[in-house]
């Protein structure tokens, strides 16, 4: 019960720690005991711990450091751990304090309490289970309080919004009673918050707009909706000022409403410069709408749209009445709202000639669209106003960008790129060609020096050159050409010809790529490939002679343990060190048998194998089964393999009597899907979780070398089979090996008498 439940805490203090390392501070006169304790939590884990000897020494680390927790003993020789405590909190300083000590819980649990220790763990009892205990401790006090921080930070963050935000903010109760007013109230109604918290919302409407308002309100509160108003509402000094808002319902779980949030602005301005715009708009509206060019007005002070045409409304794929009122910086993407208004627009307020700007506008969907704008400050009614013209040039900045990157392209690309017109003339040289053939793109261009370099392509094989060009068809050779310094290069040449719409050559198209380099490391290679092969085989004698060697100290080694186990009996810590060298003696001997199978994957011819006779020689290679019955129900499948199949099917047993705790039965046998094979090698112990599922193939996991499994995939992966584990835990281990009818060259992969 120990190791499941040190399991699961295990689980949970890795989960909370894994994000980031904690800091800790272990306070403790014993110095052993520090050493100790500081490799127990250090140890496969995410702890960064430092030691103090004394509680002075600790208040000397924590005057220089932070640490995310302080462990620390009870009893020490100049004051204690809770005076250490209380120390720390007078000064100010909150970091989660644990009491680790071997003091009876009972005598100073009510003292800690009073003091804020966050946790008391005892030093006595199972040390694994204690330093478990200790790490989750750490863990669940260090959360707490990074939990606590981010609460208070985004409370503080909260409140920042709303004490600078300019929209109103009302939070009302089930009675309309205010409950909350934001800063904001002050500057534009001319109340304080704390003049209207505590009256009926209704109590500052106009008495003409209030019948709507609390039709809006009702209906709201029946649906438990949203409900929009506009209505006026009195300041201060008795004048009223129009407001537009929004009101969101507020339920508690049972799904009753409780109250509600309200958040409106000041339209008063908006409304009066949408009058003035009505009394002229019949002079230029025509012309406005009909204009190809989405035209969008706004206010110049406060940059809310007040007026747009209808190419505005196709261009954002937003409703006339979705951008009224809306501020303008929201037509732009994201990098261009960081200040009071877009960049585009604050140029344009600065800037009276009127001139064009590119920008990009964001639609309604999301969409990027690259756009001019010429904007113009008027004035109506002493009012000013920003009008812009956008211009839609999305395409053309495609097609520019097209050009640009194929000119990019053909510059960037490796090979030399070289064209020229009918009769000769250089039109296209880029820097590949350059470096090629020593010439520059000025010396070249309009020059006809294509014949000195065709002239030797010509020469050696001027027939394919001229029928595949007559053709309009490509000709690709080696060619051995010449620099502008006369070296000599090798080369391979693509030419093509460039013809017009009409089919008619009107240039030709060349693509060298140089192979100078190549033929010369070929030559090399050939030469360093001779020698592998040499030193190949005399690494496999030495890997042999080592292997025989390694494994005769191994046995000596396995021999003297067992002696020294009979003569330390009854020396409990001697005898496990002896056990742990005896594992890893073990292990070495895997690896060196994986080291060995490994090497051998791959190595045969595949060939014709029944795999029902290597089943059973799998089996015969162990001298006991454990009980376990086989069941070998693969009579007439052949597959293409070679003899790592026994070694595979060897692995799989062997993991069997291992790791299957209550195995009595092993079973193989296959079944044949459409186009493919299954062969199955199943058993009836605890099976594999579905945690370990994902790993289970990979090189170095599982409880041995962790090479067995590993070795199986790349024995499948070589005859071009998959492996899955498909078994449920608890119920056993089911390795599926999924076999095509056909390789990819048409092989038949396994057949069926």
């Not at 070589?718 to 009818?741: A, D, L, N, R, S």
Request: include cysteine; proline fraction near 1%.
């Amino acid at each position: 019960m120990a190791k499941v439940t040190v399991e699961s805490a295990n689980e949970v203090y890795i989960d909370l720690c894994r994000e980031k390392i904690i800091k800790v501070l272990h306070v403790d006169d014993e110095a052993g005991f520090l050493a100790v304790a500081k490799q127990c939590l250090e140890e496969q884990s995410q702890f960064q711990v430092d030691t103090a000897l004394s509680p002075k020494e600790a208040m000397e680390k924590l005057k220089r450091s932070e640490y995310d927790a302080i462990v620390s003993d009870y009893q020490m020789p100049e004051k204690n751990g809770l005076e250490l405590l209380r120390e720390l909190r007078q000064q100010g300083n909150d970091t989660p304090f644990i009491l680790f000590t071997c003091k009876g819980k009972e005598e100073i649990a009510i003292e800690a309490l009073n003091s804020g220790v966050y946790r008391y763990v005892g030093k006595e009892g199972n040390a694994e289970v204690t330093y478990e205990e200790l790490k989750r401790s750490i863990c669940d006090a260090v959360k707490g309080q990074r939990s606590e921080k981010l609460l208070k930070e985004a409370e503080n963050r909260l409140r920042q919004i709303t004490e600078n935000m300019q929209d109103l903010l009302l939070l009302l109760d089930e009675n309309l009673v205010i409950k909350y007013a934001s800063s904001s109230y002050k500057s534009v109604v001319g109340y304080s918050p704390s003049e209207i918290i505590g009256k009926r919302a209704y109590d500052f409407v106009h008495p003409d707009d209030l019948p709507e308002v609390i039709e809006t309100t009702k209906k709201a509160f029946k649906n438990k909706s949203t409900g929009r108003f506009e209505s006026r509402v009195r300041r201060a000094d008795g004048s009223y000022v129009l407001l537009e808002g929004i009101g969101k319902s507020l339920v508690d779980e049972n799904g009753k409403v409780i109250g509600a949030v309200m958040t409106s602005r000041d339209i008063t301005d908006r409304r009066k410069i949408e009058q003035t715009l009505r009394e002229s708009e019949g002079k230029y509206r025509k012309l406005f709408d009909e204009v190809m060019d989405a035209i969008f007005v706004a206010d110049a002070e406060t940059g809310i749209l007040i007026d747009c045409n209808r190419a505005a409304t196709e261009l954002t794929g937003k409703a006339k009445s979705e951008l009224m009122g809306m501020h303008q910086r929201f037509l732009h993407p994201e990098t261009e709202r960081k200040g009071k208004f877009s960049e585009t627009f604050a140029k344009h307020r600065a800037d009276k000639e009127g001139h064009v700007i590119n920008s990009q506008i964001v639609t309604k969907n999301g969409e990027i669209i690259d756009a001019v704008i010429k904007g113009s400050l008027v004035e109506v009614n002493g009012k000013k106003m920003l009008q812009g013209i956008f211009r839609d040039v999305t395409e053309r900045k495609k097609v520019e960008e097209k050009i640009r990157f194929q000119a990019r392209l053909l510059n960037a690309i490796g090979q030399a790129v070289t064209a020229a017109d009918i009769d000769g003339k250089i039109i296209y040289w880029n820097h590949a060609a350059e470096q090629l053939y020593g010439w520059t793109e000025a010396e070249v261009l309009g020059r006809n020096i294509m014949k000195n370099l065709l002239q030797d392509i010509f020469q050696q094989d001027a027939q394919g050159v001229l029928s595949h060009l007559s053709g309009n068809k490509s000709w690709t050779g080696e060619a051995i050409l010449k620099r502008r310094d006369g070296t000599a290069l090798s080369v391979i040449v693509t030419t093509s010809p460039i013809t017009n719409d009409e089919g008619e050559i009107i240039g030709i198209l060349g693509v060298s790529t140089d192979i100078t380099e190549q033929k010369w490391m070929q030559e090399i290679f050939n030469e360093a490939i001779a020698k592998v092969v040499e030193l190949n085989e005399k690494l496999q004698v030495v890997e042999s002679l080592t292997r025989h060697d390694i494994r005769n100290k191994l046995s000596a080694l396995n021999g003297r343990i067992f002696l020294l186990k009979k003569r330390l009996r009854d020396n409990t810590e001697a005898l496990s060190h002896l056990k742990e060298v005896e594992i890893a003696s073990q292990q070495i001997l895997r690896i060196m048998e994986f080291e060995k199978n490994y090497v051998q994957v791959g190595s045969e011819e595949l060939k014709n194998i029944a795999v029902e006779r290597y089943v059973a020689e799998a089996a015969l290679l162990f001298s006991d089964l454990k009980g376990a019955k086989l069941i070998n129900e693969c009579s007439g499948l052949t597959v293409i393999a070679d003899s790592m199949l026994r070694q595979l099917l060897y692995n799989m047993m062997d993991n069997t009597l291992k790791y299957g705790e209550k195995t009595s039965r092993i079973r193989v046998h296959y079944k044949e899907e459409e186009d493919q094979l299954k062969l199955i090698y199943e058993d009836d112990g605890v099976g594999i979780s579905d945690e370990e599922k994902s790993k289970l193939f990979q090189e170095g996991y599982g409880k041995g070398t962790g090479f067995g499994l590993y070795l199986i995939k790349r024995i499948c992966e070589g005859y071009g089979w998959k492996i899955q584990e498909t078994g449920k835990h608890g119920k056993g281990v089911q390795f599926t090996m999924t076999i095509p009818k056909n390789a990819k060259d048409g092989t038949r992969l396994y057949e069926i008498s």
